[in-house]
């Protein structure tokens, strides 16, 4: 049985770092929620779009100030959610119904790209939408999607990789990276979208979440060992920046302009602010307005400009609360 939510929406923050002021709250709202798998927040539209892969049918959509705005009905198992390049769709992995869907941007109306096997995550590059996928007996592949014409191609990698997720960005033409478990792997696709793919360099980490930055020189991790976020180089996999954080690593974000948020599950602390290459912080947060709040798991996402927050806590009858947050001028851009 579906089990009734309730989310706090707050701005409620505390600054550190540089002592750069507090940003202005925002009003609370309440929103129901089933679960969380991910988010993408859309600032031409006003939009913020919140997956909650199986536990229901429906994406739910909120304003940028966190009010409800409604849902989109019919994407059940929808996973791995992501604003396309050009702000004119989102696309989204539905595992239970073997497709991807693309959702318009302007009018939130539905379209579903049939794959025949079940994504858990896509990736836009250029023209091209890269997925893993996972059914039973097919363990953690690479297929693609031609925008073009809609020509769907799967078995890119072999099984073996056991790939869970695939991340791409712009400043990163012809190379993927993709999770595999506790590693991350570069990943050739300079052959086109039909071919098979290639795997290069790799490093170790745990990357619970993983996030590149938008020149494609680095790819930010989180990592458990030590208790810290770890920026890898692009070209060889080889630590590029370590961002000091502290436990339990479990989210990352990257703005337009570089900057990075590294967040973590943590009750007492929140979301650290770092400039890419940067290991001096900027600034820091705390997430939630009550003691227990924590940072889901790939619970941040940059819109624009802003920072957006996704906690969560137990409350007395066993009711999860979340709680998403708004930090506002989070970074002035340089």
Same mark, same amino acid.
């Given at each position: 049985?579906?089990?009734?939510?309730?989310?706090?929406?707050?701005?409620?923050?505390?600054a550190a770092g540089l002592g750069v002021a507090a940003a202005p709250a925002t009003p609370a709202v309440t929103v129901s929620l089933a679960g969380y798998t991910d988010m993408a927040v859309d600032g031409t539209h006003g939009r913020v779009l919140i997956t909650s892969g199986d536990a229901t049918s429906s994406i739910t959509v909120l304003g940028l100030d966190g009010s409800r705005q409604g849902t989109?009905?019919?994407?059940?198992?929808?996973?791995?959610?992501?604003?396309?390049?050009?702000?004119?769709a989102f696309y989204v992995s539905l595992r239970s119904q073997k497709a991807i869907g693309v959702i318009d941007a302007s009018t939130l109306a539905v379209t579903k790209i049939a794959l025949g096997v079940c994504p858990t995550s896509v990736a836009q590059q250029d023209q091209v939408l890269w997925f893993t996928y996972s059914c039973s007996g097919q363990d953690g592949m690479i297929g693609s999607v031609q925008l073009s014409d809609g020509t769907v191609t799967t078995g890119l990698s072999e099984p073996r990789w056991y790939l869970s997720r695939v991340e791409s960005s712009p400043g990163l033409p012809g190379r993927l990276v993709a999770r595999q478990n506790g590693t991350l792997f570069l990943v050739d696709t300079t052959a086109? =979208?039909?071919?098979?793919?290639?795997?290069?360099?790799?490093?170790?980490?745990? =990357?619970?979440?993983?996030?590149?930055?938008?020149?494609g020189k680095e790819v930010v991790a989180t990592d458990d060992s030590p208790y810290r976020h770890v920026g890898f180089s692009t070209t060889d996999m080889t630590v590029r920046t370590i961002y000091p954080?502290?436990?339990?690593?479990?989210?990352?974000?990257? @703005?337009?302009?570089?900057?990075? =948020? =590294?967040?973590?599950?943590?009750?007492? @602390?929140?979301?650290?602010?770092? @400039?890419?290459?940067?290991a001096s912080l900027f600034r820091s947060y705390r997430v939630g307005d009550d003691v227990y709040d924590s940072l889901v798991l790939r619970g941040l996402e940059f819109g624009s400009r802003d920072l957006y927050a996704l906690s969560s806590r137990w409350d007395g009858s066993g009711t999860v609360v979340w709680t998403l947050q708004r930090f506002t001028r989070s970074a002035r851009r340089r």
């Open positions: 049985m579906r089990r009734a939510v309730t989310s706090v929406i707050t701005t409620a923050l505390v989109i009905p019919g994407v059940a198992g929808a996973q791995d959610i992501h604003l396309a390049t050009d702000r004119s086109g =979208a039909t071919a098979p793919v290639s795997f290069g360099a790799s490093a170790s980490t745990d =990357a619970r979440d993983f996030a590149l930055t938008p020149d954080t502290a436990e339990y690593p479990n989210a990352v974000a990257v @703005r337009g302009d570089g900057l990075v =948020a =590294a967040g973590l599950d943590n009750a007492s @602390r929140g979301v650290y602010l770092y @400039r890419e290459g940067s």
